[in-house]
């Protein structure tokens, strides 16, 4: 058996670090840190997730509102969008996708202020981070990074292998792995075979969306594997690694306590740092 890769306890070390620079800024600054989340539809992960990052803020400080609008037209969205980059007291903003397919993703991504795209999914926050430059930048692909690094994973010219190049997940985890001095490859639907990809890596990201795509097979010996996927099937939350079989070969991180709490982190941690930039008034 190899190592389970872990999360959650360094996630709870960040967030507790980010409640109390929150209470060391609240007399300054004269109100938390508030976010904005805003939901088109009614995809109920989303809704489920929203509540999570409500109460997940409320613990640590910052004020999570959830914007629930469950048959919106574009105009709706965007109206919601431009009222909130306006509002001063607003400090972040986080679409949960996906979108229903009625409403332009690239029009709703572009309206969001890139200093309160919570997400990191404004182009020009995608920009920045290619550019090696400062900014917002995914949480999930951020909490990659951090769960590879808190748990000691020496990246510097490592063979490193992303599966996915999703805006959120494959691509930004890929731009900061290079950042980072690995040699990496993104993998993606049309890679065949995947596992000629895989098996050579000794860092392997996951982040598909498919339950159990990657097994046994598909890692090297001693390999580092990364399962960024959250699936549901017949009502479990399962990755998109076979964690029983690849353990066997390889350290894992697993679906619960793994990137995800990590994620979370990132959101919470993503917003104090819009807080702090909107509070100073170091708007560039
Ligand atoms: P996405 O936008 O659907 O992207 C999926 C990516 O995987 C695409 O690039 C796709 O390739 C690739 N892919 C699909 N099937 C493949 C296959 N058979 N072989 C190789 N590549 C394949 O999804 P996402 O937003 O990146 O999310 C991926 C997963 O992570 C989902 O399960 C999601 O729920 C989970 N997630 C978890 C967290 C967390 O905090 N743990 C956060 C965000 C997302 P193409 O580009 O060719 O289509």
Redesign the pocket.
Known sequence: MYKVIEGKEHALKIRYKIRENIAGMLNSAGRPPKLEVIIAGSDS?SLYYASLIKNAGAKEGIEAAVNHMENPSENDVLETIDRLNKDDTVDGILIQ?PLPPSLNKEKIINLINPLKDIDGQHPVNLGRLAAGQEGLFP??AR?VLKIIKLNGIEISGKRTVV????T???LPAAIMLIRENAAVSV?????TP?EKFTSEAEILIV????PG?ISERHVKKGACVID????EVEGKMVG?VDFDSVIKKASVSP?KG???A???ACILENTFNAYKKNIHGNRT
């Open positions: 992960a996708l949480a999930t909490a599966v996915g190049r999703s959120a997940v494959g993998c993606h639907s049309k890679t995947l982040s598909a969306g498919k795509l960024v996927g959250t699936n998109d679906v793994g990137v995800g990590l994620t979370m």
